[in-house]
């Protein structure tokens, strides 16, 4: 999955790309005089360079002989590159892998096996929700390394005339986007398009279910099940306060620079990119933002709201000439005093993989609330087949529109279903 999670609240600009670190070496090559290449292959955005340093320098000092060669990927086309390189005799050491996409490698053999390096990688302090993308069949496959997720942002100055506070709980939220709809017809309480199905996943979550679930050795879409149900029809209430379109996603029109800088919208759901793209693009057209932000609302108020959880993993190529060393600098990195430092840095925007890690964001920061809804971060059902799924046409994109046209929850889960099934396990 394409992201460009880094560039949230508070650090835009910061994640610029890492200089060059070598040449094009592969992590076997060894200079003259004994040198060891480690190669570590990161997306762009994803490591900012005075922690990537900080880490390489406490690596190789601790590693004589040794010198860590970072490469910088763009996420296009990363997936055909990564499988090509785990194929061959010399693949990075160390790569970054979206969480979405680390099961569907570990299925082919190409990366290493951890499980038997739990306790040196820090395993039990790891968030349990970004833990779930690194495992597979029971065998750890990776390090979680940063995740992000969507918050409710609000115009202040319009909940204030509406006398509306952020809500805690959802009877809270639905009541506060009444009170907005009837003190100005002219802005919509909330802008949801129909499609955006990360925020429905969150509330199939809520539910105590998921989008799918495994049946015996086969996996199987839940769409029709009385949670999914129970799900949308929340959904639908919400996208009931918005004008948005039922057949499309955030990104079309883009809502945070198409939509909210001009103007009518009361509160929106997004990632904290979406929200400094919007304070850029109402800047650029002469307008101020003053946006607040608060997680989204779950059924009680000692919970938050179940959030989809974006972000990346690390991990140890199976055929790396230097997997022992390599298994080293990933504990390094994605250990606990070096993620402090990472949260840090990224100011909170980003969520380290360790909850002790976590850096104390401003008050009533995006990055405040982002992490308040930390503990209850998931991500999509962890198994190979997942990527066909979200392949054109998603079929719970599709499910969603019918739905929220009216036609039954249940029959438009069950087709729903069906295209699921046969993407979830196709060979």
């Not at 993308?133 to 909940?159: C, I, M, N, Q």
């Not at 607040?292 to 179940?306: H, R």
């Not at 402090?340 to 925007?349: D, H, L, Q, R, S």
Request: neutral net charge; charged residues 25%; contains cysteine.
């Amino acid at each position: 999955m394409k992201r460009k999670l880094v560039a949230a609240i508070g650090v835009a600009g910061m994640m610029v790309s890492i200089a060059a670190c070598g040449s094009d070496d592969k992590g076997s090559d060894t200079k003259a005089g004994g040198t060891k290449n480690l190669t570590v292959w990161v997306m762009d955005g994803s490591a900012p360079p005075a922690w990537i340093k900080g880490v390489n320098q406490e690596f190789e000092k601790a590693h004589k002989g040794v010198k860590v060669k970072v490469e910088i990927q763009q996420w296009n086309g990363i997936q055909e590159k990564v499988t090509t390189a785990l194929s061959e005799d010399t693949p990075p050491d160390v790569l970054e892998l979206g969480n979405t996409q680390t099961a569907g490698y570990a299925v082919t053999g190409g990366l290493a096996d951890l499980t038997g390096d739990k306790a040196a990688l820090g395993y039990d302090g790891w968030n349990k929700g970004m833990l779930a993308s690194t495992e597979l069949d029971g065998k750890l496959y990776s390090a979680p390394w940063y995740a992000a997720s969507r918050v409710v942002v609000y115009d202040k100055a319009v909940f204030k005339k509406a006398g509306v506070t952020p809500p805690t709980t959802r009877d809270e939220w639905i009541a506060g986007l009444k009170k907005i709809q009837a003190s100005d017809k002219k802005v919509q309480p909330i802008y949801l398009p129909g499609q955006s199905w990360y925020v429905y996943s969150g509330f199939v979550w809520d539910e105590g279910s998921d989008l799918a679930v495994k049946d015996g050795d086969k996996w199987k879409g839940n769409l029709a099940s009385p949670e999914a149900t129970a799900a949308i029809n929340f959904y639908k209430e919400l996208q009931s306060f918005s004008t948005a379109p039922k057949d499309k996603d955030e990104a079309t029109p883009q809502q945070s620079t198409d939509v909210v800088p001009k103007g009518g919208v009361a509160s929106w759901i997004g990632l904290g990119w979406e929200a400094g793209g919007a304070i850029d693009a109402m800047k650029k057209a002469g307008k101020t933002a003053d946006f607040g932000y608060f997680p989204i609302p779950g059924k009680t108020a000692d919970k938050p709201g179940s959030v989809f959880f974006g972000g990346s993993n690390l991990a140890v190529a199976e055929r790396s000439p230097n997997k022992d060393l390599a298994k080293e600098w990933l504990a390094l990195a994605a250990g606990k005093a070096q993620m402090a430092e990472y949260a840090k840095v990224t100011g909170g925007a980003l969520l380290p993989n360790n909850d002790a890690s976590q850096f104390a964001p401003p008050a009533g920061s995006f990055a405040e609330a982002m992490a308040k809804s930390a503990p209850v971060g998931k991500i999509t059902p962890v198994t190979p087949g997942w990527a066909n799924v979200e392949t054109a046409p998603n079929p719970i994109k599709d499910y969603m529109t019918k739905v929220l046209n009216g036609e039954d929850p249940k029959k438009a889960g069950e087709a729903a279903d069906k295209v699921i099934d046969e993407r979830l396990n196709q060979q």
